[in-house]
């Protein structure tokens, strides 16, 4: 079975554009959660997704923005880009609330790194 | 989330066993433990998670004072390729994917 895929896995954006990144989780995982991971730190909670829903948010802007699908894949799209956007950005699936037993162990991808000059 | 507190680096020697120690003075009845790790440019990988007592599996093993304020990763015999970020996380375990990752121990496996 597929893991976590995450596209685009490189790319290089300027100050002020828009940029939208994709994550299709593992079959039958309904719930989404978004990680921004700046260099040299861990990774920062941005977004959870369950059943097309936002289910929690991080503290960022509102220049970031996500969704889900039907088919539970998910969108990040983050406006305005600035110089400190630049990170990886990762995204990590689970089959979701409702499963009591491992409700936090996370599946995550490789991400994709976002560059901004 | 209560905060963790995880030594910056440690070393250990192949085929030993390496213990990385994390510190969660701050746990509240419900919150969980939880390690994961990250290999250069990788995404976090899942090892393992327990509540009060001890948990092993085919990755490692974790072992959770009585009191819960601190708690001990063991990989039984390290290789090289568990060179990595090793992040320890407390969180409840139903309904709440916001993990909150510190900077976590990087391990180096020596030869």
């Known amino acids: 079975d597929a893991g976590v895929t995450q596209s685009p896995t490189h790319l290089i954006k300027t100050r002020g554009q828009h940029v939208t990144l994709r994550c299709s989780p593992i079959?039958?995982?309904?719930?989404v959660s978004w990680y921004q991971q700046v260099l040299g730190q861990g990774p920062q909670f941005i977004f959870q997704y369950y059943e097309k829903e936002e289910r929690g948010r991080g503290n960022f802007p509102d220049r970031f923005s996500a969704r889900q699908f039907p088919n539970y894949s998910s969108e990040l799209n983050v406006n305005a880009l600035l110089l400190g956007d630049s990170a990886l950005y990762l995204c990590?699936?689970?089959?979701?609330?409702?499963?009591?037993?491992?409700?936090?162990?996370?599946?995550f991808g490789a991400g994709s790194r976002l560059t901004v000059l | 989330d209560a905060k963790t507190t995880q030594p910056p680096s440690m070393d250990c020697a192949e085929g030993r066993a390496a213990n990385l120690p994390c510190n969660h003075s701050t746990i509240s009845g419900n919150e969980y433990v939880y390690w994961y790790r990250q290999i250069h440019s990788q995404g976090p990988q899942y090892i393992i998670h327990?509540?009060?007592n001890n948990e092993t599996n085919e990755m490692a093993s974790l072992i959770i004072t009585e009191d819960r304020k601190s708690s001990t990763l063991i990989l039984p015999h390290a290789t090289l390729r568990d060179t990595a970020v090793y992040y320890c996380?407390?969180?409840?375990?139903?309904?709440?994917?916001?993990?909150?990752f510190g900077t976590g121990t990087r391990l180096t496996i020596i030869p």
């Open positions: 327990g509540l009060k």
């Open positions: 996380i407390v969180s409840t375990n139903f309904g709440n994917e916001k993990l909150t």
């Open positions: 990590a699936s689970s089959p979701g609330q409702g499963v009591r037993s491992g409700a936090n162990v996370l599946t």
């Open positions: 079959s039958g995982h309904k719930s």
